[in-house]
Each structure stands twice: as C-alpha cells, then as structure tokens.
T-cell receptor, first 110, second 111 residues
Framework: SQTIHQWPATLVQPVGSPLSLECTVE??????LYWYRQAAGRGLQLLFYSVGIGQISSEVPQNLSASRPQDRQFILSSKKLLLSDSGFYLCAWSRTDEAFFGQGTRLTVV | QKEVEQDPGPLSVPEGAIVSLNCTYS??????FMWYRQYSRKGPELLMY????GNKEDGRFTAQVDKSSKYISLFIRDSQPSDSATYLCAMGKGGSEKLVFGKGTKLTVNP
C-alpha cells in the first residue's frame, strides 16, 4: 500500500533562517506531488506541484521554492523565512484522481 | 466566480442529526469529486470519491453529485461527536491536472 511521510511535524524557526521540509512517498511510482499551505479559515493554498523529477510548477510567487530530486521525494525550501510564512504545510500525492495527504508540518516563524 | 464554492460554516448539530454539506462549482470540465475529512492539526483524509452523477454510499456517509446543476453534497447520517472535523470538497479533471479544493466546512457534533 502507498504511504506518505512528511517531517517534521512541528517547527519553530526565527525570521531570516532557512527552511527545508521533506516529503517522501512509498508504494507507488511517478506520482504527482503537491505542497499546500493551510491558514486558519482560508482553506488549502496550492504552492507547488510536480508531475515528474525536476518538473515544478509554482502557483504562488513568494520566497519559497520546491525541488523534486527523486521520483518520490519532494522538498519545500526557503532561504530566508518571513513571519508571513507561518502556517500548516501539507504534502500530498496523486496518480490521476484522488490525492492523499501527509500529516502536515506546523511552521511557526518567530 | 470561484471554481469551487463551499460554505465555511461553522455548522453545529446535536448527536444523531443528519448533516448535509455542499459545494458548487463552475467548471463543467470537472469529472471526479471527493470529500475529505480533516481533524484539527492533522492532514486531510480521503472520505469519499465519486466519478459520476448520482449517489455513493459508504456506511453513514453518502456522496451525491449532480453534474447538471454543478452541485455536490455529503450527507452524514446518525452523526457522532467523532464526526466533528472540517470537511473539504475537492474536484479534478483527470490526468496531471491539479485538484481544486473548497475552503472547508467546520462541523461540530454535540453529544
């Protein structure tokens, strides 16, 4: 069966520090991969999605970036965090239809 | 007009009530429809998936799709306190097209 791992679960980082969140998927190949951010009362905001290695589409211009170095690995990064980057970050994968989510990373930038 | 509209609630019902959650959409290209349940501080989990117009039942949950009206619903029968969560609708066009999510409806079932 397929599983998705996302870590860390919580993270507190100072403003201006770098960020690296990692997501890996097991039990499937060539998945579509997604990074979402969820703010209270504002729903899921799609940040990046990828249909293959090295193929990244950005939905929202900001100081975040994503990379897909391997088929089942998706990384969300920032060189310098802003206060406004605080939120709940979710990784997800899909093949063609349903998407499956990781358990999320709650990022607090202080 | 937004692609997907979902009433954010919040919705509060007594235990045992029938709950109706709804989404409307504007793009007729959407072919498949999902409902996710998200507990506080957790990732969304897939609850129901439907591909065609009509009803799909799974235990106490029924998903309904009306493509002609561009309207989908999730019904919860005999609601339980454990059903208290945020429910998100989602829909997709297939292939590598990304999913589109509603903003979620927060449901509280009171014992």
């Amino acid at each position: 069966s397929q599983t998705i791992h996302q870590w860390p679960a919580t993270l507190v980082q100072p403003v201006g520090s770098p960020l690296s969140l990692e997501c890996t998927v097991e039990g499937t190949s060539n998945p579509n991969l997604y990074w979402y951010r969820q703010a209270a009362g504002r729903g899921l905001q799609l940040l990046f999605y990828s249909v293959g290695i090295g193929q990244i589409s950005s939905e929202v211009p900001q100081n975040l970036s994503a990379s897909r170095p391997q088929d089942r690995q998706f990384i969300l990064s920032s060189k310098k965090l802003l206060l406004s980057d605080s939120g709940f970050y979710l990784c997800a994968w899909s093949r063609t239809d349903e998407a499956f989510f990781g358990q999320g990373t709650r990022l607090t930038v202080v | 007009q937004k692609e997907v509209e979902q009433d954010p609630g919040p919705l509060s019902v007594p235990e045992g009530a029938i709950v109706s959650l709804n989404c409307t959409y504007s793009n007729s290209a959407f072919q498949y429809f999902m409902w996710y349940r998200q507990y506080s501080r957790k990732g969304p989990e897939l609850l129901m998936y439907t591909y065609s117009s009509g009803n799909k039942e799974d235990g106490r949950f029924t998903a309904q799709v009306d493509k002609s009206s561009k309207y989908i619903s999730l019904f919860i029968r005999d609601s339980q306190p454990s059903d208290s969560a945020t429910y998100l609708c989602a829909m997709g066009k297939g292939g590598s097209e990304k999913l589109v999510f509603g903003k979620g409806t927060k449901l509280t079932v009171n014992p």
